[in-house]
């Protein structure tokens, strides 16, 4: 069965600081993975997505994700975090094909320092 | 052009009262979804509808019953409401199984 696990239910780093947010996923097939975004009382925004090719991803923002298949890690990052980043991020998982369903991690909370 | 639209906003009720939500999504997705999202942001899919078939049923109160008069229109109306029913509901759409999903803004409901 598919699962997600988002390490941190928050996350805080400094303004101009490397964001990093963690997703391990678990699939017996290749997956296709997501990182949304919600901002509060709004609802989710894709960010960015893999499917197949280039392992590395990038988004919106400035946020990019690389794939890694042996560590089943999909990670968010973003080299300088700014204010407007703060925010609730969601990391999700399907098999594609005929699955309907995306598998949703907990979300992490990006909380930034000025 | 709001992609997908849910109305109302926002719907504070009383317990045992029955209400409607709404969503019309105009990108000519096949496939709409209700979620469900706890204080904890926790997201939970209730419904997921293809092409106004139901595919995805999960283990929801009775009390929740979905409609799709077309593939364009995913409503959701709760009777008899609970206080354990007070979260915030979003509408999603995509256009193929396991696609990413495209949400509306939500509507926050309390029961009171």
């Known amino acids: 069965a598919q699962s997600v696990t988002q390490l941190g239910s928050h996350v805080s780093v400094s303004e101009g600081a490397l964001v990093l947010l963690r997703c391990n996923y678990s699939?017996?097939?290749?997956?296709?993975l997501f990182w949304y975004v919600q901002y509060p009382n709004q609802g989710l925004q894709l960010l960015l997505k893999?499917?197949?090719?280039a392992t590395l991803v990038k988004g919106i923002n400035g946020f990019e994700a690389e794939f890694k298949k042996s560590e089943t890690s999909f990670h968010l990052t973003k080299p300088s975090a700014h204010m407007s980043d703060a925010a609730e991020y969601f990391c999700a998982v399907s098999e594609g094909g005929s699955n309907y369903q995306l598998i949703w991690g907990a979300g992490t909370k990006l909380i930034i320092k000025p | 052009d709001t992609a997908v639209s849910q109305t109302p906003k926002y719907l504070v009720t009383q317990m045992g009262n029955d209400k409607s939500i709404k969503c019309e999504q105009n990108?000519?997705?096949?496939?709409m979804y209700w979620y469900k999202q706890d204080s904890k942001k926790f997201l939970k899919i209730m419904f997921s509808?293809?092409?106004?078939?139901?595919?995805i049923n999960e283990t929801v109160p009775n009390r929740f019953s979905p409609k799709s008069p077309d593939k364009a229109h995913l409503n959701l109306h709760i009777n008899s409401l609970e206080l354990g029913d007070s979260a915030v509901y979003f509408c999603?759409?995509?256009?193929?199984?396991?696609?990413?999903?495209?949400f509306g803004q939500g509507t926050r409901l309390t029961v009171v």
């Open positions: 699939s017996s097939v290749p997956p296709y």
């Open positions: 999603a759409s995509s256009q193929a199984g396991g696609a990413e999903a495209f």
């Open positions: 990108l000519g997705h096949d496939t």
């Open positions: 509808y293809n092409n106004k078939e139901l595919i």
């Open positions: 893999y499917t197949t090719g």
